[in-house]
């Protein structure tokens, strides 16, 4: 299986920071990584697959770049609804394995 | 609007058995690849089982291999999740997740979710 392994497990920041999330995976996926942000008591919701193509409705504060191994989510300037946790996932081979999760906040 | 609701979680003594299900709406279901997603309390998300979208499949998890089964009934736009010999570890929200699309780029990143059923297995 491809483990996913993001850092930092958790970020303290503030609002307007520029932060960036790394996930690195055990072996190369090509640009197969999706993200998402998921809320406490909510369910996931898509932020950026592919890499770096940003899903329908996503502000554009939020980017991903990365290939191969190493894959990082970027928000430019931190807003006050963007505190939650972030997960990476790869989808290159099954199964498809999430990383642990990094929470951000205040 | 494209939904997706899960129903029969619930509580069940280890080594036991239940079946979970995912009602789709509002998209052409037999097109799409569909998982199954868990969480435990607290925990972080782990993938367990699911279709491709090239209808490919099915897919399990280490975890679960041989003892969960997942099937789909196009015909009534409903994915299943048929859960035997529980154990404490597989307590968890399951979540019903939709690949983004029909493209092979879309397969496995999931755009669509349920809103989850709980299983808790404890005596």
């Known amino acids: 299986d491809i483990q996913m392994t993001q850092s930092p497990s958790t970020l303290s920041a503030s609002v307007g920071d520029r932060i960036s999330i790394t996930c690195r995976a055990s072996q190369s996926i090509s640009t197969w990584v999706a993200w998402y942000q998921q809320k406490p008591g909510k369910v996931p919701k898509l932020l950026i697959y592919?890499?770096?193509t940003l899903e329908n409705g996503v502000p554009s504060r939020f980017s991903g770049s990365g290939s191969g191994t190493d894959f990082t989510l970027t928000i430019s300037s931190l807003q006050p609804d963007d505190f939650a946790t972030f997960y990476c996932?790869?989808?290159?081979?099954?199964?498809?394995?999430f990383g642990q999760g990094t929470k951000v906040e205040i | 609007e494209v939904q997706l609701l899960e129903s029969g979680g619930g509580l069940v003594q280890p080594g036991g058995s239940l079946r979970i299900s995912c009602a789709a709406s509002?998209?052409?279901?037999?097109?799409?690849?569909m998982s199954w997603v868990r969480q435990a309390p607290g925990k972080g998300l782990e993938w367990v089982s699911g279709f491709s979208g090239g209808r490919g499949g099915p897919y399990y998890a280490e975890s679960v291999k041989g003892r969960f089964t997942i099937s789909r009934d196009n015909s009534k736009n409903t994915l299943h999740l048929q859960m035997n010999s529980l154990r404490a570890a597989d307590t968890a929200m399951y979540f019903c997740?939709?690949?983004?699309?029909?493209?092979?780029?879309?397969?496995?990143?999931?755009?669509?979710w349920g809103q989850g059923t709980m299983v808790t297995v404890s005596s």
């Open positions: 997740a939709k690949d983004r699309g029909e493209a092979v780029a879309d397969w496995g990143s999931f755009d669509i």
């Open positions: 509002g998209f052409p279901f037999s097109n799409y690849g």
């Open positions: 996932q790869q989808h290159s081979s099954y199964p498809w394995t």
């Open positions: 592919q890499a770096s």
